[in-house]
């Protein structure tokens, strides 16, 4: 038996995966069209449970997205081991176009696939993407318990480093004192990341700049940790009160 006497679910034994999922992962349309128009099953996964789909957006193919897709590809289906989703895999690995034509498909903006995804964006910087999400009816206000420890989503943008993101999501109604388990703002993230220019982008936006944590620690106490100058220079400017046992 030859390759092309293959049925088009068998499963290849180097790769443990149909040749669907190997010819998606790639990005040979042509090969996906043909396996399709054979009767390839176009969910079925190999022992990694990646369906074609998941593989074909890990790697942001949208041409073979579409053929999928239009083969009846369900963009719902959690089964890669993780319980992750293919829109929440494109996300991850950056590919903007995948996941604007996934969410043509996987319509229900209150699904914890769309809350990791948009999450998975804010913390790559991906500005164009989280737009996306949002102007298509993603939440702002979920606490990540899957993506991070129950971080509502600006912190992701934070820690990520991303003003730009981080302005975005308070113009869309983020809440700028939100706290994560430590009892810190965004802003005292930023302080303990060194992270200047963020800094800023929540002074500027109103943040309380003497905030404090469940250990009682302020901005300023963090950003001289940092050793900033920058940052210590701008939150005195903001009124940040001076602590006796930091000194002046």
């Known amino acids: 038996m030859n390759d092309a006497d293959l049925p088009g679910n068998f499963y290849l034994v180097e790769g443990l995966a149909t040749p669907l999922v190997v010819a998606s992962s790639v990005g040979y349309a ?59 895999r494109t996300a991850r690995w950056d590919h903007t176009a995948a996941v604007r034509l996934l969410l043509q498909f996987d319509p229900d903006q209150s699904s914890i696939s769309w809350d990791i995804a948009l999450a998975y964006a804010a913390e790559h910087g991906n500005i164009q993407m989280v737009r996306m999400f949002l102007d298509a009816g993603a939440r702002t206000s979920v606490k990540y318990a899957r993506f991070r420890p129950r971080l509502p989503l600006i912190f992701c943008a934070v820690d990520g480093d991303h003003p730009d993101v981080v302005s975005l999501l308070l113009e869309r109604g983020e809440d700028i004192e939100c706290r994560d388990v430590a009892a810190a703002t965004p802003l005292i993230h930023a ?40 940052m210590v220079d701008m939150l005195l400017e903001y009124g940040a009160e001076l602590e006796p046992h930091l000194g002046s």
């Open 30 to 88: 042509e090969l996906v069209e043909t396996l399709l128009q054979h009767g390839a099953a176009v969910d079925m996964t190999g022992l990694d449970c990646l369906t074609p789909l998941m593989a074909a957006a890990s790697a942001g193919h949208t041409k073979v997205m579409e053929l999928l897709l239009a083969g009846g590809a369900d963009a719902s289906i959690q089964r890669d081991g993780r319980g992750s989703t293919a829109l929440e």
């Open 191 to 230: 302080a303990k990341m060194g992270s200047p220019k963020v800094l800023e982008m929540l002074l500027r936006h109103g943040a309380d700049v003497n905030a404090r944590d469940r250990n009682d620690r302020s901005p300023l106490y963090w950003g001289r940790g940092t050793l900033e100058k920058e």
